[in-house]
């Protein structure tokens, strides 16, 4: 009954029900350890069960969340060697570039090398203009090489950088400027890889 004060001698010491028919103090003790023993077996498998579930899904979000970091290790490792490589090609050509700008400064006769390779390429029966920046054609007169090019029309153009030509026929224009070539030789670098 709520709100009634118990006196002394109605306050029990607490019994666990007794299984019908033990009216033995044995027997009934021995239920009620039993009774203690499934409790306590009952509990700890519960608890182990929950345990072993609980475990199990914190390791399967570790699997997952450690597949999830080595994918994004493996994006972030294929990211930064195709920019490493990207890097090295343009370094290599910039490199290949400046030496031979630099030649070409020096004096070496480049210019002729191109002009006499793609006029062998294309055929220079075919072609009706040659274009050449106006140092190079200096350098092909000073050598007596425009002799060469008797026939063809060779026009001063300030736009192509020294060592390179273009060179039209009448069924095409051939680019042999040194940027044209690197640009495929990037591209054809890139490309393999």
Do not use: F
């Not at 306050?11 to 019908?20: A, E, G, I, Q």
């Not at 009934?28 to 509990?43: D, K, N, P, T, V």
């Not at 950088?161 to 890139?190: H, K, M, Q």
Request: glycine residues 8%; proline residues 3%.
């Amino acid at each position: 009954m709520p709100g009634k004060v118990l006196e002394r001698g109605e306050v029990r010491p607490y019994r666990p029900p007794v299984k019908p028919g033990c009216e033995d103090e044995e027997e009934r003790r021995q239920s009620i350890e039993q009774a203690m023993r499934e409790g306590y077996q009952e509990g700890l498998r519960r608890g182990t069960a929950e345990a072993h579930e609980k475990l199990q899904a914190e390791r399967r979000a570790g699997v997952e969340q450690i597949a999830r970091a080595l994918e994004e290790i493996a994006t972030l490792r294929r990211n930064v060697l195709e920019s490493l490589r990207r890097e090295t090609v343009d370094l290599a050509l910039t490199a290949a570039a400046r030496l031979v700008r630099a030649r070409i400064d020096q004096g070496d006769a480049v210019i002729q090398r191109v002009v006499s390779e793609t006029l062998e390429k294309i055929g220079a029966g075919t072609v009706c203009e040659v274009r050449l920046h106006p140092a190079d054609i200096e350098l092909m007169r000073s050598e007596d090489l425009l002799a060469k090019l008797a026939g063809i029309e060779v026009v001063a153009d300030d736009g192509i950088a020294r060592g390179g030509v273009l060179i039209e026929t009448a069924e095409e224009e051939v680019d042999a400027r040194l940027e044209t070539a690197l640009l495929v030789l990037r591209e054809s670098l890139l490309e393999e890889s």
